[in-house]
Nanobody
Framework: QVQLVESGGGLVQPGGSLRLSCTAS????????MGWYRQAPGLERELVTR???????YYADSVKGRFTIYRDNAKNTVYLQMNSLKPEDTAVYYC??????????????WGQGTQVTVSS
């Protein structure tokens, strides 16, 4: 009922920038928190950043000061601006949303992931 589609991943040199986008579609009633997770090979998925419907944000210490999350509620889209990228940022990045469809409870929804590779 709710689909999340990410875009914007790719290969970038250390110190470079990328912007990821995630757009939600489907029978959406309300979108609450939205966020970005990442997972590198052999490691657990980790929360990178999240933003509430009211605009409150959280950033993992590893990305604080370099990444910015923001959302456009009219477009049901959340963005992740990534600056000063480091090789350790290399991972598959997943969009997450807590949302509800009409007459349903809040559920978690996930995108399929987009690869970010930081390498010279």
């Amino acid at each position: 009922q709710v689909q999340l589609v990410e875009s914007g991943g790719g290969l970038v040199q250390p110190g470079g920038s990328l912007r990821l986008s995630c757009t939600a579609s489907g029978m959406i009633f309300s979108i609450y928190d939205m966020g970005w997770y990442r997972q590198a090979p052999g490691l657990e998925r980790e929360l990178v950043t999240r933003i509430t419907s009211g605009g409150s944000t959280y950033y993992a210490d590893s990305v604080k000061g370099r990444f910015t999350i923001y959302r456009d509620n009219a477009k049901n889209t959340v963005y992740l601006q990534m600056n000063s990228l480091k090789p350790e940022d290399t991972a598959v990045y997943y969009c997450n949303a807590k949302a509800s469809i009409l007459l349903s409870r809040v559920n978690d929804y996930w995108g399929q992931g987009t690869q970010v590779t930081v390498s010279s």
